[in-house]
């Protein structure tokens, strides 16, 4: 029996664009998770991300074209793989 391999849809085009610690610019965002004024929780083309700091307000999103404008004071900015079955609290306090 031969070997088959898993294919990976590729990966959408993600960037990002911190102005200040004040205004984030996301695009490539596929959909938000959870997001309160310390959290955003975003999936992207690139994996899991997410944003940590004070009073964080998503501005503008556009899902269709990918696209997230948020607000507030930016502390972290991390990326976890995607992870199948765990929950956002699981992510978050896991």
Same mark, same amino acid.
Do not use: C, N
């Given at each position: 029996?031969? %070997? ?19 205004? +984030? ?16 929780? +975003? ?12 009073? +964080?307000?998503?501005? %503008?999103?556009? +899902? ?8 507030? %004071?930016?502390?972290? !900015? ?9 929950? !956002? ?6």
């Amino acid at each position: 029996m031969p %070997h088959e391999e898993t294919q990976r849809a590729p990966a959408r085009w993600h960037s990002l664009s911190l102005e200040g610690r004040e205004k +984030l610019s996301i695009t490539g965002v596929d959909d938000v998770s959870g997001f309160d004024e310390g959290l955003v929780v +975003l999936r992207t083309g690139q994996g899991e991300l997410t944003v940590r700091g004070r009073e +964080l307000h998503i501005e %503008h999103i556009d +899902l269709d074209s990918g696209m997230l404008e948020l607000h507030g %004071h930016v502390q972290e !900015l991390s990326y976890d793989e995607p992870t199948e079955g765990r929950t !956002l609290w699981s992510r978050l306090f896991g």
